[in-house]
């Protein structure tokens, strides 16, 4: 698309000043040995400590540093949109910022999309560095995802990915506001291929997804790519109302039939509370979807941007 730049980097980076100076270091160093034009766009999302200012100083002196600088922080998948947005690229490669991704496999994925895949994703064989809850949890969304939707995400693979222009075009039509990026790839299509790999330890610093996150970043990917939980509420009201008839009809032929009744309380806050617990889930999973429908009405932008730095230029998004 763009005589001057083959590859784009795309780094979101939120409070990363502890790594970024390494991260930028080995990336570089991997971008060089292709031997064509790259970018490294690093988006800044809202990051409260001096990693925005490291790259802006890189950005003065490396020109395929681009530095996209947001004006909060709207989160891990608004930035790596952010950062297609700006991305003049034939081939598009995410990475995070911690190196818990070897920037070395961005090799092995031009090679193979030099092969003709358009999406040349990193599948985790194995994590490195990472508590137990969160290699559990992780595993256990990736098998429910994939159970809930009908379109095919790769399990245990999340955004460090290579895409093609194509790709990155199509996905910039996709508007919806809490994006899964990774479900998103998937759901565009084109010819995918996976790499395994083993994923390291963070270099420094800490994770930025903690639960609360990790929940959010869960039921989006649900909630956008499946009705099935909707489904299942319904299903499971049909039985436990199925169920209450039943046992209303036992307790009428007891009242009718024999001398006996069905002693009071204890049963009757028991169907209560079940019955009230169950209608009360219901109405959060379709909050969940309320909500999101709610995000999309609003038609607001995804992202704002406070300043792009590169050299001392300053690019227009690509196609805005
Ligand atoms: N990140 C971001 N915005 C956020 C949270 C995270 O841009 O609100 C970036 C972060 O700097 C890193 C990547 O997203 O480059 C992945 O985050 P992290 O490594 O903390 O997640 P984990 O690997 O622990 O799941
Ligand atoms: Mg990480």
Redesign the pocket.
Known sequence: MNANVRYSVI??????EAVIQETYRRIKKVMETTEEPYELIF?????ADN?AQMIEEYSYWDESVKLIDLSR????Q???TAGMDYALGDAVII????L?DPPEMILQMIEEWKCGYEVVYAKRVKRNG?TFF?KWT?SLFYRVLAYSTDINIPVDT??FRLIDRKVCDELKRLPEKNRFVRGLVSWVGFRQKAIEYE?DE?LA?????PLK??IKLSLDGITSFSYKPLKLAGLLGALLSASGFLYLLYVLYLAIFTDSVVKGWASVIGITLTFNGFVLLMLGILGEYVGRIYDESKGRPLYIVQEVYQGKKKPQPVGL
């Open positions: 780094i979101p980076m939120y409070n990363e988006v800044n999302d809202g990051s990693s922080n709207f989160g891990h608004i930035a790596i990475i995070d910022a911690d818990q990472e969160k992780a999340g955004d994923r963070r610093g800490e994770t930025k997804y996150r990790m």
